[in-house]
């Protein structure tokens, strides 16, 4: 049971540069979420997803896109990474019944 | 508006000492509320939760916090500080009603000196 998993663990891009962050759950979590960390800002939320399928914008969601085909993986995507989203990313899944969210190690994005 | 309030950006304590973190928050009503804790370079993990009922609350690693709806806090304690307990706090809400998402504080970084 490796709970939640993102890929990379490091990235850096070019202004202008695409990229998808991985994030997958071996749980069988309906509910998803990405966060952005950012010093002094706490975790906002930039997309979540509710089920294969069906997905929401957060508190933060531009520039930033997400789909649902399966309920093991959700992941995110930056069309035109831009020196502001660099941050650290955190994948999360969600049970239901307690609401506590399992967080995946974290992604490091830095844009020059 | 809805926020989630950690006041101190960064507390420093010595070994063995006592440790409160302090969290408020203001909802039109008492959220779930939750603590987790971020070592360096690492996801959050939970510490414990409230959601209703005993206002004392256990969690892991000899944490508890204790919850005080007249003043809308929520605050993280622990009786002797390890060094190993040097890392970053979040106190986070969910909403009684609405999405499961979480919405967390700006977090309290502790140190731990010997």
């Known amino acids: 049971n490796a709970g939640v998993t993102q890929t990379p663990k490091f990235q850096v891009l070019k202004t202008g540069q695409s990229m998808t962050l991985q994030c997958a759950q071996d749980?069988?979590?309906?509910?998803m979420s990405w966060y952005r960390q950012d010093p002094g800002m706490g975790l906002r939320l930039i997309h979540y997803?509710?089920?294969?399928?069906?997905?929401d914008q957060g508190e933060v969601p531009n520039g930033y896109n997400v789909s649902r085909s399966t309920t093991e993986d959700f992941p995110l995507r930056l069309l035109s990474a831009a020196p502001s989203q660099t941050s650290v990313y955190f994948c999360?899944?969600?049970?239901?019944?307690?609401?506590?969210?399992?967080f995946g190690p974290g992604t490091r994005l830095t844009v020059t | 508006a809805q926020s989630v309030t950690q006041p101190d950006i960064h507390i420093t304590v010595s070994e063995g000492a006592s440790l409160e973190l302090r969290c408020n928050y203001s909802?039109?009503?008492?959220?779930?509320l939750f603590w987790y804790v971020q070592s360096p370079g690492q996801g959050l993990q939970l510490l414990l939760k409230y959601f209703s009922g005993d206002t004392l609350v256990q969690g892991i690693k000899g944490f508890e916090a204790e919850f005080k709806r007249s003043q809308s806090s929520f605050n993280l304690r622990k009786p002797s500080v390890h060094w190993s307990d040097a890392a970053e706090y979040f106190c986070?809400?969910?909403?009684?009603?609405?999405?499961?998402?979480?919405?967390f504080g700006t977090g309290t970084r502790l140190t731990v000196i010997p």
């Open positions: 986070a809400v969910k909403p009684q009603t609405g999405a499961n998402n979480l919405f």
């Open positions: 997803s509710v089920g294969a399928g069906i997905t």
């Open positions: 749980m069988n979590h309906e509910y």
């Open positions: 999360a899944s969600i049970n239901r019944e307690s609401y506590e969210q399992y």
């Open positions: 909802y039109g009503a008492t959220p779930y």
